[in-house]
């Protein structure tokens, strides 16, 4: 117990980060507090309180966390950041850090998420949180060693190094080796190097054009992460609580599928609309074309023109053909084209006997 004093008087209060450490305490107690709560108030414990509603209003703990930011950020500006306010403001703040971080998801997607997938974005921010204050609590240097005049620029180096070989890890969608980096240099280094997960940007960055290297990124994701992905989720279900399967009559999963449907019916219309100017197109051309072979049927009889070689198609004069064209790219642009004439569903082909009619499929919007 002595030396822990020793070690606490010497590192934190003879270096000026009491306050920092306090606030760091006040996070971590009020995450796992709160997080305590919850959980009781989930499993329906008799001698739990349970939660704040009054006049059937249900309060966040959000809203108590932004009480304790605002108490203790004001307060240390109000003190001029004197002793010994400067320590109970620090407690303060890192209380409401943990609460407000702890609903991060409900912050950032507006909706009450706090038991859903989509929930587990708060404890990725809390943990983000811890540890970004235990890295300023240790100090500007890894693993806690002092520079000295010989081994300054050598540390700046292995600093700067582990820096941007912690970026580019986040990069690669690997968040825990990047954070755990951050600690400890090494480990970063080793994720920097090693393949990129396939849902990374970095992926979609740098794998576009190189099929291999992201074949074998989706063999060990396929092999690896998610081994990971399942120790990282028995974690999370340990020290948030396991999130809530949402059944099929729930209103969120209503939501979700009449937004879904409602994707899948604009892109039918607009592929139906598409495939109705082609066919409008090609049904013009061919009513064009014919127009353009009707005045120049020769003595063969019956559209057909007598030679050599049999009968043969009726050419097409060079200005219909362009027109055709022109009709073609109009389309493929995507640009609407109106038509005097609608096709009826019985076009006549220029190119077989006037008597022979073809069925065109019509589509039905």
Known sequence: MTTLLDGYREHIVATHKQPLFLLLVGFITSFVFIRFSVRMIRAKVRWWPGNVTPGGLHIHHMVFGLGFLLAGGIGVFATYGGRPWIDVFGLLFGIGCGLVLDEFALILHLDDVYWSEQGRKSVDAVIFGILFTGLLLIGYVPLGAEPSGETRWGLVTVISVNAVAMVVTLLKGKMW???LGIMVPGISWVGAVRLARPSSP??????ATRPRRRARALRRERRLHRRADVARTWLFDLIAGAPDKVPANHPAAHRVAERMAARATAHLDAHAARALARRSARLADRRSAAAAGAGAVPAGGHGYPAGPAGPTAVG???????????????????RSRSYAARPTGLEPRPDRHPH???HTRRIRR
């Open 177 to 179: 080796t990047g954070l």
């Open 202 to 207: 970095w992926a979609r960055w740098r794998y």
């Open 316 to 334: 097409r004069e060079p200005g219909a053909k362009g027109q055709a064209q022109q009709r073609r790219r109009t389309v493929r642009a995507g």
């Open 356 to 358: 022979l009619r073809t």
